[in-house]
């Protein structure tokens, strides 16, 4: 009898390293004392990030990686670290020594759910249950299994097998983890707040991968975007034609004049019921499949400290938007994200339709707007995408970081960012307003 109990393998295969495509549950020796001491951990890490990144989580969570920015959290990844080599040499015939990729912590209330998602192209994904009641919601596989969680229970199980958490009708605190077989995974991929990640071609090298971004990195710089589109590697499932597709709308956003004041914008967020607390999104990607962007979101969120995100302070419990509410936020320097906006004046509803001509895809428009100042961090920490994103500079001056450089931009100013590109704005001085639309 193996120390696993295997629960299920009644899901689709896909292309991973370990040829094993089961969920596998056990409950952690002592646990009992483990998650007193986990629960201690998780509250008191809540009271010091009490907000929250959006994301196909519907709850608090964590930082995606936690464990990093709190070593407590290490009290269970070292364990579970264990427990997936002990797995790698009952059930895959080799032994493997995994790392931690992510962790967070997830305090579901009664009503919160997890939309269906992935951890692809990790190895293994963990779930721990630190703190359940009676009724809360199990876990619901690809296929059909559904896993009723017990205070205790580990699952281990594919990253790339879909899953989801339905509705809880009662509290529910867990650990999520995902695993990497050492030294096979060059950290390419990095988790995006909106979007399951994805594999993209990249060289093998370490040393040809930093070329190759570096290529990229100086194409754009010279703003000689042929160059940098020339340079992308597709996969099988990318069109053939979308290195073209970007240049078009690229030079669609530098011949578009989008002339918004910030009493405009204020305007536009006065508008009776127009900014719902949750409005419905469904936009398909090509690459990764349907529904990439899919689910409720809420369209106007502040961005405050470390990527997390405000949104209740300046919502009712109807779900309506109050402007004077979020205004102290706007006036006291915090970056405000409105999402959805490209249906606000005529010049943005064509720029919409030509995009939707060339590209054949639902598009979805940000604004970032801010007060300007040094009180507060600007906009997001530095992150990456796996897809091309497009900046319109509409008023203000910004200093961005791309890579290592750093770029002053004005009004008027387009910028292309490429795949995996890191990039964040690091000071704005005054006030300011872009549009960023993602093309996927």
Same mark, same amino acid.
């Given at each position: 009898m193996g120390l696993f109990n295997l629960i299920s393998s009644n899901v689709s295969q896909t292309d991973l390293t370990c040829d094993d495509y089961t969920v596998y549950s056990i409950i952690i020796d002592n646990y009992i004392e483990l998650n007193e001491e986990l629960k201690k951990i998780i509250n008191n890490h809540r009271e010091l990030y009490p907000l929250t990144n959006q994301s196909n989580v519907r709850a608090w969570h964590s930082n995606w990686k936690s464990h990093e920015d709190n070593i407590q959290f290490n009290l269970v990844v070292d364990k579970v670290l264990g427990l997936c080599k002990l797995l790698s040499q009952e059930h895959f015939q080799r032994e493997i020594d995994f790392e931690c990729q992510d962790m967070w912590a997830i305090q579901y209330e009664k009503g919160e759910y997890t939309t269906k998602h992935s951890h692809h192209p990790a190895d293994l994904s963990c779930v721990y249950y630190v703190d359940v009641e009676p009724d809360c919601s199990p876990i619901i596989f690809e296929g059909g299994l559904e896993v009723t969680p017990t205070n205790g229970m580990l699952l281990i199980f594919s990253a790339a097998i879909n899953h989801e958490v339905p509705p809880t009708k009662s509290r529910r605190t867990v650990i999520s983890m995902n695993m990497n077989e050492k030294g096979?995974?060059?950290?390419?991929?990095?988790?995006?707040?909106?979007?399951?990640?994805?594999?993209?071609?990249?060289?093998?090298?370490?040393?040809?991968?930093?070329?190759?971004?570096?290529?990229? $990195?100086?194409?754009?710089?010279?703003?000689?975007?042929?160059?940098? $589109?020339?340079?992308?590697?597709?996969?099988?499932? %990318?069109?053939?034609?979308?290195?073209?597709?970007?240049?078009?709308?690229?030079?669609?956003?530098?011949? %578009?004049?989008?002339?918004?004041?910030?009493?405009?914008?204020?305007?536009?967020?006065?508008?009776?019921?127009?900014w719902p607390y949750k409005y419905f999104r469904d936009v398909e990607n090509p690459q990764s499949g349907p529904s990439s962007i899919y689910g409720f979101d809420t369209p106007i969120q502040v961005i405050t400290k470390e990527n997390h995100v405000e949104k209740d302070s300046f919502y009712s419990k109807t779900g309506t938007f109050i402007f004077d509410e979020w205004k102290k936020y706007y006036d006291f320097g915090f970056t405000t994200m409105i999402s959805d906006v490209l249906d606000l004046t005529p010049e943005l509803r064509k720029l919409r339709s030509e995009i939707l001509k060339i590209s054949g895809m639902k598009v979805y428009g940000n604004f970032y707007l801010t007060n300007g100042g040094k009180k507060v961090q600007s906009s997001w920490l530095p992150h990456n995408h796996h897809y091309n994103v497009i900046v319109k500079i509409i008023y203000g001056d910004t200093t961005w970081k791309i890579s290592d450089n750093n770029f002053n931009y004005s009004e008027g100013d387009v910028i292309l960012i490429p795949p995996e590109t890191y990039h964040s704005v690091i000071e704005c001085p005054n006030k300011r307003l872009s549009l960023t639309v993602n093309l996927f």
């Amino acid at each position: 009898m193996g120390l696993f109990n295997l629960i299920s393998s009644n899901v689709s295969q896909t292309d991973l390293t370990c040829d094993d495509y089961t969920v596998y549950s056990i409950i952690i020796d002592n646990y009992i004392e483990l998650n007193e001491e986990l629960k201690k951990i998780i509250n008191n890490h809540r009271e010091l990030y009490p907000l929250t990144n959006q994301s196909n989580v519907r709850a608090w969570h964590s930082n995606w990686k936690s464990h990093e920015d709190n070593i407590q959290f290490n009290l269970v990844v070292d364990k579970v670290l264990g427990l997936c080599k002990l797995l790698s040499q009952e059930h895959f015939q080799r032994e493997i020594d995994f790392e931690c990729q992510d962790m967070w912590a997830i305090q579901y209330e009664k009503g919160e759910y997890t939309t269906k998602h992935s951890h692809h192209p990790a190895d293994l994904s963990c779930v721990y249950y630190v703190d359940v009641e009676p009724d809360c919601s199990p876990i619901i596989f690809e296929g059909g299994l559904e896993v009723t969680p017990t205070n205790g229970m580990l699952l281990i199980f594919s990253a790339a097998i879909n899953h989801e958490v339905p509705p809880t009708k009662s509290r529910r605190t867990v650990i999520s983890m995902n695993m990497n077989e050492k030294g096979k995974h060059k950290n390419l991929i990095t988790r995006d707040e909106n979007i399951s990640a994805v594999p993209i071609s990249m060289p093998n090298s370490e040393e040809d991968q930093k070329i190759f971004l570096q290529q990229q $990195l100086e194409s754009f710089l010279t703003n000689d975007i042929s160059d940098i $589109l020339d340079n992308y590697k597709s996969d099988k499932t %990318t069109n053939n034609n979308a290195d073209d597709q970007v240049l078009e709308i690229y030079k669609i956003f530098e011949s %578009t004049n989008i002339n918004l004041t910030e009493e405009d914008i204020f305007n536009f967020l006065q508008i009776e019921n127009r900014w719902p607390y949750k409005y419905f999104r469904d936009v398909e990607n090509p690459q990764s499949g349907p529904s990439s962007i899919y689910g409720f979101d809420t369209p106007i969120q502040v961005i405050t400290k470390e990527n997390h995100v405000e949104k209740d302070s300046f919502y009712s419990k109807t779900g309506t938007f109050i402007f004077d509410e979020w205004k102290k936020y706007y006036d006291f320097g915090f970056t405000t994200m409105i999402s959805d906006v490209l249906d606000l004046t005529p010049e943005l509803r064509k720029l919409r339709s030509e995009i939707l001509k060339i590209s054949g895809m639902k598009v979805y428009g940000n604004f970032y707007l801010t007060n300007g100042g040094k009180k507060v961090q600007s906009s997001w920490l530095p992150h990456n995408h796996h897809y091309n994103v497009i900046v319109k500079i509409i008023y203000g001056d910004t200093t961005w970081k791309i890579s290592d450089n750093n770029f002053n931009y004005s009004e008027g100013d387009v910028i292309l960012i490429p795949p995996e590109t890191y990039h964040s704005v690091i000071e704005c001085p005054n006030k300011r307003l872009s549009l960023t639309v993602n093309l996927f």
